[in-house]
């Protein structure tokens, strides 16, 4: 134990020794780094955000400098991506060591460089230090400022406040939290050299125009990087993260005192692990909840923790207020606060994320504010110890020098414990992956040609990112391919299909590919083909079970990955089996029967239109396409979801009709909910009338009526602006019409609307049989499906309602089960297939069904028009 103070204070007093011993902890505890890919693409998405512009502008949108200079010192090399992450680590804890040294003593600044050094507080800065290494180069120039500054107010050398602004405008080249810079020098020059603390309050003023004088030049910096930033947009991901569009919402809609109580928040949940490793902090949550199981505990508990800690901070700064380096203590409480506030109030939290437990991939921004609270933390500890060794003499054992030396050693030792355990399980999570995917990709593609394309199944984890890495990086594993063909890798079954049965020039050299961990990179091109090349209509068997439904057998179809279409040759009529007495108001039946009626109608007449839907490159995602916006059910796979702000559905009725109103229905869990909307109407499609306007909506579903009739052709819903700023997603739009406008006065949201319509005939009483009957009113068959494997989907997801006439004549309907490789998971590519399929209708309608037929979906009709559910006129 004696050994340890003379090592301690050999380190201390020699700067070779401390680079020696900074940079043996660190590789120590980073080690693991050297083995990892890159993290699913995260690494060469910023070239798809340059678009191949390496400028200034293009460096600064996409926050890539560092990933820029990676490329060219190491190309693709992951191993030299993270060792620059860790060498940019190590310097940066040296220069705290000595900054903070500078400032106070050598013990206290080199006990706050190996507190910084190794911490799982910000580990990500280092463990994904290939993508996140940007943070602590900005640090890095953080300290570089504030150390020339320093130095520039001693010695009066303008040099040095060169050095100060060139630091500064780097680290906004960096990254636009750079302007941090500006709140760390104003408390840097006001403490130290102004030392406002131990002024009265009526020099504060004078002290702020001296301290603004001196600042001047790095403020213009600052105001023009915003003015140039705003000139071109800003960052390309701004606005992803969903925590930044809940603070652009509650800015939109002046909910100020939320915003600031959800900043709050967010401040005591980022505080935790500053104090506390965080595997930790969720471990002492999880033993909490076992005694405290309520939602309130699970949501607020990470907060609650790190506002207790803080005050603790505070009440131990407090307590150093007279000490010989309290105005350090005061400034790194300050930067620490004013940093932690930054990111806590930038990033918006719901009750969702508070309750989040701590992960690896979000620690990064405690990086800078955890080099303030390292520095105050030794200089607490300092004190500590060194004032207990003055007062307990008698203690021989208790020397501080020692104490102290024990419990660094402890502190680092339990960190580089954590940090490895999080390295390996890094390593298996994220890189071991795509390790596995390039090992055999190559194996199975030993050579490619600029012909070849890849189909990469959606249910294999992380497929599309790797192959979507393969697409940027290539040269080096396939050099004699000079540039990719459009679309190299598709995740869309059904556009390869399409061209398949098309037989574009292309479709020969698609490669059907799927992955997994266990097994790798599979090729199934020739079992596709194969299947292609067998696609024929079946007709199914089927029986009539106890009740009426119809249960058809499936034992012979095909995979779901090639989709399918069922068409049920029927005659259907009003059978009175049971009366209800659910729905007593005539008005009311009589508005559903013809509500009822013209929704089937619209469902083959209507022409649907869109701004944009969410795909991939230049392919929309087939299963979230504008036809599902109307198709009269509400699944959670029956919606169209957009890929634009503002976002709008256009409906084309073919003739010019009389629009009294419209309704509409969002996903009932979904944020992505119209909030500010309007309506238009056109009669040419091109010049618009706008009708009535909605403002901060917060339905999931609502039925507007429009204040006056509108004549026109084309009904069209603009959505400025969404919950939460999420891109639209649309479960179904419906005009209404003189003949239907009535139900607005029964229901006020679509789901319980449609409850009825599909059960319409079963919620009547007997003496609305006539009239249901004299109107022709259409019923609606139920039909629900089930897989082998059922991947545990909720009945309503495999559930459709289709319109079927009760007339008593032959009709057919045709429609698409909306099952696909889409809903598949891991290693089920081209091994899901249907299970059974049930046919219900109404128990007040009898049916007769002569046949049922499966199409496999590629063979029926490929089309952008294709309507979902096709009722043709009667079959005379």
């Given at each position: 134990?004696k050994?340890?103070?003379?090592?301690?204070?050999?380190?201390?007093d020699?700067?070779?020794?401390?680079?020696l011993?900074?940079?043996?902890?660190?590789?120590?505890a980073?080690?693991?780094?050297?083995?990892?890919?890159?993290?699913?693409g995260?690494?060469t998405?910023?070239?798809?955000?340059?678009?191949g512009n390496?400028?200034?502008?293009?460096?600064?949108?996409?926050?890539?400098?560092?990933?820029?200079m990676?490329?060219?010192?190491?190309?693709?090399?992951?191993?030299?991506?993270?060792?620059?992450?860790?060498v940019?680590?190590?310097?940066?804890?040296?220069?705290?060591?000595?900054?903070?040294?500078?400032?106070?003593?050598?013990?206290?600044g080199?006990?706050?460089?190996?507190?910084?050094?190794?911490t799982t507080?910000?580990?990500?800065?280092?463990?994904?230090?290939?993508?996140e290494?940007?943070?602590?180069?900005?640090?890095?120039?953080?300290?570089?400022?504030l150390?020339?500054?320093d130095?520039y107010l001693?010695?009066?050398?303008?040099?040095?406040?060169?050095v100060?602004?060139?630091?500064?405008?780097?680290?906004?080249?960096?990254?636009?939290?750079?302007?941090?810079?500006?709140?760390?020098?104003?408390?840097?020059?006001?403490?130290?050299?102004?030392?406002?603390?131990?002024?009265?309050?009526?020099?504060?003023l004078?002290?702020?125009?001296?301290?603004i004088?001196?600042?001047?030049i790095?403020?213009?910096?600052?105001?023009?990087?915003?003015?140039?930033?705003?000139?071109?947009?800003?960052?390309?991901?701004?606005?992803?993260d969903?925590?930044?569009?809940?603070?652009?919402?509650l800015?939109?809609?002046h909910?100020?005192?939320?915003?600031?109580?959800?900043?709050?928040?967010?401040?005591?949940?980022?505080?935790?692990?500053?104090?506390?490793p965080?595997?930790?902090?969720?471990?002492?949550?999880?033993?909490?909840?076992?005694?405290?199981?309520?939602?309130f505990?699970?949501t607020?508990?990470?907060?609650?923790?790190?506002?207790?800690?803080?005050?603790i901070?505070?009440?131990?700064?407090?307590?150093?207020?007279?000490?010989?380096y309290?105005?350090?203590?005061w400034?790194?409480?300050?930067?620490?606060?004013?940093?932690t506030l930054?990111?806590?109030?930038?990033?918006?939290?719901k009750?969702?994320f508070?309750?989040?437990?701590?992960?690896?991939s979000e620690?990064?921004?405690?990086?800078?504010?955890?080099?303030?609270?390292?520095?105050?933390?030794?200089?607490?500890?300092y004190?500590?110890?060194?004032?207990?060794?003055?007062?307990?003499?008698?203690?021989?054992?208790?020397?501080?020098?020692?104490i102290?030396?024990?419990?660094?050693?402890?502190?680092?030792?339990?960190?580089?414990?954590?940090?490895?355990?999080i390295?390996?399980?890094?390593?298996?999570?994220?890189?071991?992956?795509?390790?596995?995917?390039?090992?055999?990709?190559?194996?199975?593609?030993?050579?490619?040609?600029?012909?070849?394309?890849?189909?990469?199944?959606?249910?294999?984890?992380?497929?599309?990112?790797?192959i979507?890495?393969?697409?940027?990086?290539?040269p080096?594993?396939?050099?004699?391919?000079?540039k990719?063909?459009?679309?190299?890798?598709?995740?869309?079954?059904?556009?390869?299909?399409?061209?398949?049965?098309?037989k574009?020039a292309?479709?020969?050299?698609?490669?059907?590919?799927?992955?997994?961990v266990?097994?790798?990179?599979?090729?199934?091109?020739?079992s596709?083909?194969?299947?292609?090349s067998?696609?024929?209509?079946?007709?199914?068997?089927?029986?009539?079970?106890?009740?009426?439904a119809?249960?058809?057998?499936t034992?012979?179809?095909?995979p779901?990955?090639?989709?399918?279409?069922?068409?049920?040759?029927?005659?259907?009529?009003?059978?009175?089996?049971?009366?209800?007495?659910?729905?007593?108001?005539?008005?009311?039946?009589?508005?559903?029967?013809?509500?009822?009626?013209?929704?089937?109608?619209?469902?083959?007449?209507?022409?649907?239109?869109?701004?944009?839907?969410?795909?991939d490159?230049?392919?929309?995602?087939?299963?979230?396409?504008?036809?599902?916006?109307?198709?009269?059910?509400?699944?959670?796979?029956?919606?169209?979801?957009?890929?634009?702000?503002?976002?709008?559905?256009?409906?084309?009725?073919?003739?010019?009709?009389?629009?009294?109103?419209?309704?509409?229905?969002?996903?009932?869990?979904?944020?992505?909910?119209?909030?500010?909307?309007?309506?238009?109407v056109?009669?040419?499609g091109?010049?618009?009338?706008?009708?009535?306007?909605?403002?901060?909506?917060?339905?999931?579903?609502?039925?507007?009526?429009f204040?006056?009739?509108?004549v026109?052709?084309?009904l069209?819903?603009?959505?400025?602006?969404?919950?939460?700023r999420?891109?639209?997603?649309i479960?179904e739009?419906?005009?209404?019409?003189?003949?239907?406008?009535?139900i607005?006065r029964?229901?006020?949201?679509?789901p319980?609307?449609?409850?009825?319509?599909?059960?319409?005939?079963?919620?009547?009483?007997?003496?609305?049989?006539?009239?249901?009957?004299?109107?022709?009113?259409?019923?609606?068959?139920?039909?629900?499906w089930a897989?082998?494997?059922?991947?545990?989907?909720?009945?309503?997801?495999?559930?459709?309602?289709?319109?079927?006439?009760?007339?008593?004549?032959?009709?057919?309907?045709?429609?698409?089960?909306?099952?696909?490789?889409?809903?598949?998971?891991?290693?089920?590519?081209?091994?899901?297939?249907?299970?059974?399929?049930r046919?219900?209708?109404?128990?007040?309608?009898?049916?007769?069904?002569r046949r049922?037929?499966?199409?496999?979906?590629?063979?029926?009709?490929?089309?952008?028009?294709?309507?979902?559910?096709?009722?043709?006129?009667?079959?005379?």
């Amino acid at each position: 134990m004696k050994l340890f103070f003379p090592i301690f204070q050999r380190v201390r007093d020699n700067a070779v020794w401390q680079w020696l011993l900074f940079g043996l902890l660190a590789l120590i505890a980073f080690h693991k780094i050297f083995s990892f890919w890159f993290y699913h693409g995260w690494e060469t998405s910023w070239l798809g955000l340059m678009g191949g512009n390496f400028s200034l502008i293009s460096l600064m949108k996409s926050h890539g400098l560092i990933s820029y200079m990676n490329n060219l010192l190491f190309g693709w090399r992951p191993v030299g991506w993270f060792a620059t992450a860790l060498v940019f680590h190590i310097v940066t804890a040296m220069v705290v060591n000595l900054f903070v040294s500078r400032k106070t003593n050598r013990t206290v600044g080199l006990v706050a460089g190996l507190l910084f050094l190794i911490t799982t507080a910000h580990h990500d800065v280092i463990t994904w230090g290939a993508f996140e290494s940007l943070y602590a180069v900005q640090t890095l120039c953080f300290y570089t400022g504030l150390w020339a500054f320093d130095i520039y107010l001693t010695s009066k050398r303008n040099g040095w406040y060169v050095v100060m602004l060139i630091a500064f405008f780097l680290s906004l080249v960096i990254r636009e939290s750079g302007l941090l810079f500006l709140a760390l020098l104003f408390l840097f020059d006001a403490l130290f050299y102004e030392k406002i603390f131990i002024k009265k309050p009526k020099a504060w003023l004078q002290i702020l125009a001296q301290v603004i004088r001196r600042h001047f030049i790095v403020w213009i910096i600052g105001i023009g990087y915003l003015i140039l930033r705003s000139s071109y947009g800003g960052s390309g991901h701004d606005f992803i993260d969903e925590r930044v569009q809940f603070r652009i919402l509650l800015f939109h809609e002046h909910r100020y005192f939320e915003y600031i109580w959800r900043g709050l928040l967010a401040f005591g949940y980022f505080i935790g692990p500053y104090v506390i490793p965080y595997p930790m902090l969720n471990l002492i949550r999880d033993i909490v909840l076992r005694f405290l199981p309520f939602l309130f505990v699970r949501t607020y508990f990470f907060a609650f923790v790190g506002w207790i800690l803080y005050a603790i901070f505070y009440y131990a700064v407090y307590r150093l207020r007279k000490h010989r380096y309290s105005i350090y203590i005061w400034f790194c409480f300050f930067s620490f606060t004013a940093v932690t506030l930054f990111y806590a109030f930038a990033w918006t939290m719901k009750d969702s994320f508070l309750a989040t437990a701590y992960g690896w991939s979000e620690n990064r921004w405690r990086y800078l504010g955890f080099t303030f609270f390292a520095a105050g933390l030794s200089i607490f500890f300092y004190n500590f110890f060194t004032s207990f060794s003055r007062k307990q003499r008698k203690f021989q054992w208790a020397k501080s020098p020692t104490i102290g030396i024990v419990l660094l050693v402890t502190y680092i030792a339990v960190n580089t414990v954590l940090l490895l355990g999080i390295e390996e399980q890094m390593y298996r999570q994220n890189s071991l992956p795509a390790i596995i995917f390039y090992r055999t990709f190559l194996k199975t593609f030993p050579s490619l040609t600029s012909d070849d394309r890849f189909f990469a199944f959606k249910g294999s984890h992380g497929l599309n990112d790797f192959i979507g890495e393969l697409s940027y990086i290539y040269p080096i594993y396939y050099p004699n391919i000079k540039k990719l063909p459009p679309l190299w890798v598709r995740s869309e079954m059904y556009y390869l299909l399409k061209a398949l049965f098309q037989k574009v020039a292309w479709a020969p050299y698609v490669h059907f590919i799927d992955y997994s961990v266990d097994r790798g990179v599979r090729d199934h091109t020739q079992s596709v083909r194969e299947i292609v090349s067998a696609l024929t209509p079946i007709d199914l068997s089927f029986t009539i079970a106890t009740g009426g439904a119809v249960i058809v057998d499936t034992t012979n179809t095909y995979p779901v990955d090639f989709r399918y279409n069922l068409t049920v040759e029927y005659e259907a009529s009003p059978s009175l089996a049971s009366s209800s007495a659910i729905l007593k108001d005539d008005q009311q039946v009589q508005a559903l029967s013809a509500f009822s009626s013209k929704l089937a109608s619209l469902l083959s007449d209507v022409r649907v239109s869109v701004c944009q839907t969410i795909g991939d490159e230049r392919e929309p995602f087939y299963d979230f396409r504008k036809e599902l916006a109307l198709d009269a059910n509400l699944s959670n796979r029956s919606y169209w979801w957009s890929d634009c702000r503002p976002a709008w559905i256009v409906l084309d009725m073919g003739s010019q009709m009389t629009f009294v109103g419209a309704a509409w229905a969002s996903l009932s869990q979904a944020d992505a909910v119209p909030r500010d909307y309007h309506y238009d109407v056109s009669r040419d499609g091109k010049t618009w009338e706008q009708v009535v306007g909605v403002k901060r909506n917060e339905e999931k579903s609502k039925i507007d009526v429009f204040p006056k009739p509108v004549v026109g052709r084309y009904l069209r819903l603009w959505v400025d602006e969404t919950a939460y700023r999420q891109l639209l997603i649309i479960n179904e739009f419906v005009p209404l019409f003189p003949e239907t406008v009535s139900i607005s006065r029964y229901y006020q949201h679509v789901p319980e609307l449609y409850d009825d319509v599909y059960m319409l005939w079963d919620k009547v009483a007997e003496r609305y049989f006539p009239l249901l009957t004299s109107q022709m009113a259409t019923s609606w068959m139920k039909v629900i499906w089930a897989t082998n494997p059922d991947n545990t989907a909720p009945m309503a997801d495999t559930t459709l309602y289709i319109p079927m006439f009760t007339d008593s004549m032959p009709h057919e309907m045709r429609f698409e089960l909306l099952e696909s490789d889409y809903y598949s998971a891991q290693g089920q590519f081209l091994k899901r297939k249907l299970a059974n399929i049930r046919l219900i209708t109404p128990k007040n309608v009898s049916i007769r069904v002569r046949r049922i037929r499966l199409d496999p979906f590629a063979t029926y009709r490929y089309s952008e028009d294709y309507l979902p559910y096709s009722v043709p006129p009667n079959n005379d």
